[in-house]
């Protein structure tokens, strides 16, 4: 069975993420099913999620006043509805899903109400919310759903929201949206660090508002083409190309017989490469202590590389 691929638009309001995700999705045909979070409806034959719309209503409304923790205990279950009874099965029939936001906007709103990554983190993991149902998990082997591409837009230009819907977030200003965009690629890094999400899916791009939405469209496919086919080794092999370069030994600047060392340390989701031009005692002492690699790992962080693959 060949699980469809889960591509993730996120990012500010007003960037431009729903226009995109939906002519991505239109290029894609009958392949791509979108939809959107944290309720769920799609104009291509998705069934619509009451209770999610329900949700996402009351949650959002100033109407009512529900503590921070409460309100993402119930956008955490409108998220998991979708999760499982949207997203997933159509990607077991095989389907591309494309999402307009995921849990990670979840995040994001969150952390400006004043809940931390960590905090918000921690509720995920308590809750299993975001946990796939156990029928998926045994034929996937993987309890959490990791995307194939998170999407992040910018924009070359502010636009506020022009009609109000009673949204909470509908009355901020441009210095709200810059602290938005600043802390949608924070939590970013954070997802990568904690184990929800590779740092290769990570895609940035720039909606520019002096082009037609098929040029953007045009320009986002270029760069999702291009990122399918950049290769972490090629990558890799360049830099150890770069560090062979080098004639003196990074530890103590002998030009004795100057040979790179490399070794991986990390786990599935990525890890620290280390590339280091050592001289042949150096190379010894490499090889047989771990102090000194740590010390150097200390002192010569420029000349290691991080890589996730
Ligand atoms: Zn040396």
Redesign the pocket.
């Given at each position: 069975m060949k699980f469809g691929k889960y591509i993730i638009f996120e990012g500010a309001d007003g960037v431009g993420k729903s226009v995109l995700s939906q002519k991505l999705v239109s290029r894609l045909g009958e392949k791509a099913t979108w939809t959107c979070e944290p309720y769920t409806h799609s104009p291509h034959s998705t069934p619509q999620l009451p209770i999610c719309t329900a949700l996402r209503d009351f949650c959002l409304s100033s109407k009512y006043d529900l503590t921070l923790a409460g309100r993402e205990l119930m956008l955490l279950t409108s998220r998991s509805v979708s999760l499982n009874h949207i997203v997933v099965p159509n990607l077991l029939r095989g389907q591309t899903i494309i999402s307009d936001r995921s849990f990670i906007s979840g995040m994001v709103y969150a952390y400006m109400e004043g809940m931390s990554f960590t905090s918000w983190l921690n509720i995920v993991e308590e809750t299993k919310l975001l946990h796939l149902e156990s029928y998926v998990k045994d034929i996937e082997h993987r309890s959490i759903l990791q995307p194939d591409l998170v999407v992040l837009v910018h924009s070359t230009q502010y636009l506020p929201k022009s009609l109000s819907s009673g949204d909470r977030y509908d009355s901020k200003d441009e210095r709200f949206f810059r602290q938005l965009e600043m802390t949608y690629s924070e939590s970013l890094r954070c997802l990568v660090n904690r184990g929800f999400l590779k740092q290769d899916a990570i895609l940035e791009f720039t909606n520019d508002m002096s082009l037609s939405i098929d040029e953007n469209v045009d320009k986002l496919c270029t760069l999702i083409e291009n990122k399918k086919h950049s290769d972490p080794w090629n990558d890799l092999k360049q830099k150890i190309a770069e560090a062979e370069k080098k004639t003196n030994?990074?530890?103590?600047?002998?030009n004795?017989d100057v040979k790179v060392s490399h070794q991986y340390s990390g786990g599935d989701l990525g890890g620290q490469y280390l590339i280091v031009p050592?001289?042949?005692?150096?190379r010894i002492k490499w090889f047989c202590s771990s102090e000194f690699r740590n010390e150097l790992v200390e002192r010569y962080p420029k000349d290691l590389e991080d890589i996730s693959f």
């Open positions: 030994c990074i530890a103590c600047d002998s004795d050592l001289c042949k005692m150096c």
